[in-house]
């Protein structure tokens, strides 16, 4: 974002960009808070590292499994395109990239079904094949 220097810009907060998809991807917003409670280092995601006994604390390194698969069950529709949101826009801008040459060749990429990409097949004519 541009603007004037006396202006600062901030970033909105990532659950504002997470519910502009809810419309296209009902459940994502509660996904996120449940992933985010999973994932990122705070109580909640200590919470999984122990089980509470009778003697005290107990290391417990399984617990996060146990509740990855919960999360895998009861969001089995939210997943396929949270991981289109979360990793498309990235490798279209490498493809892009590659075609000007801009970034270091990455043969990885030539594994990736581009036409099954819809933004790519726009893109593409954009860059006039």
């Not at 006396?6 to 998809?21: F, G, M, P, Q, T």
């Not at 009778?54 to 895998?72: H, K, N, P, S």
Request: glycine share 6%; net charge positive; with cysteine.
């Amino acid at each position: 974002m541009r603007g004037p220097r006396s202006e600062v810009r901030k970033a909105k907060d990532n659950i504002e960009y997470v519910r502009a998809l809810e419309p296209g991807v009902p459940k994502i917003v509660e996904f996120y808070h449940r992933i985010c409670g999973l994932t990122h280092p705070s109580s909640s995601s200590i919470d999984y590292l122990y089980d509470v006994r009778e003697t005290g604390l107990r290391l417990d390194v399984g617990r996060d499994g146990i509740e990855i698969d919960r999360l895998c069950n009861e969001f089995r529709d939210v997943l396929p395109d949270s991981l289109v949101f979360a990793c498309n826009p990235a490798l279209l801008i490498l493809k892009v990239l590659h075609k000007f040459r801009m970034h270091p060749q990455l043969s990885e990429l030539k594994k990736v079904k581009w036409s099954a990409i819809p933004a790519w097949v726009t893109i593409e004519k954009s860059l006039g094949g």
